[in-house]
């Protein structure tokens, strides 16, 4: 039987005035959050994973796989994002655990070299936005058929 992982309370985000309040998602590109998780493929060589999701629709908008992530990648991500999907910027970002993404994949997966590991979380990410419901959302899945980019490498 597996324990469930202890989930820790979110932090609060700071705002400008020096207040501490809690944003939520009102609408679509109003909060975004962001994650590094990290894993290792079968011969033991760690790669990282950089999400980036929509707070709002819980849409998984980015992933991106490399064996290094710099913080030049995440600029890039986030430049693809606002240029190529046409994308306004959102309000807030916050820390995204990526607690789902564990459990449901690579708890499971035996990556045998980065770029499968690559083809097969691009994948995760696709059904994550269009097939999976999502219960905070009353079932349905959180992208639009349209509103769901495809990716190459792990990049948009």
Known sequence: MKVPAKQHKRERLWLA??????LRAERRNHVWSYDFVED???DGRKYRILNIVDEFPHECLAIRIDRRL?????IDMLSDLFILSR???PCAFRLWTGIRLRDE??????????????????????HFNTMRPHASLNYPAPARKHSCPTSSRGQL
């Open 17 to 22: 005035d020096g207040s501490c309040a809690r």
């Open 40 to 42: 290792r493929t079968h």
């Open 70 to 74: 710099k913080s030049v990648d995440v």
């Open 87 to 89: 994308r306004s910027r």
């Open 105 to 126: 994949l690579l708890d499971g997966e035996i990556f045998y070299t980065l770029c499968k590991a690559q083809i097969i979380i691009d994948s995760w990410r696709r």
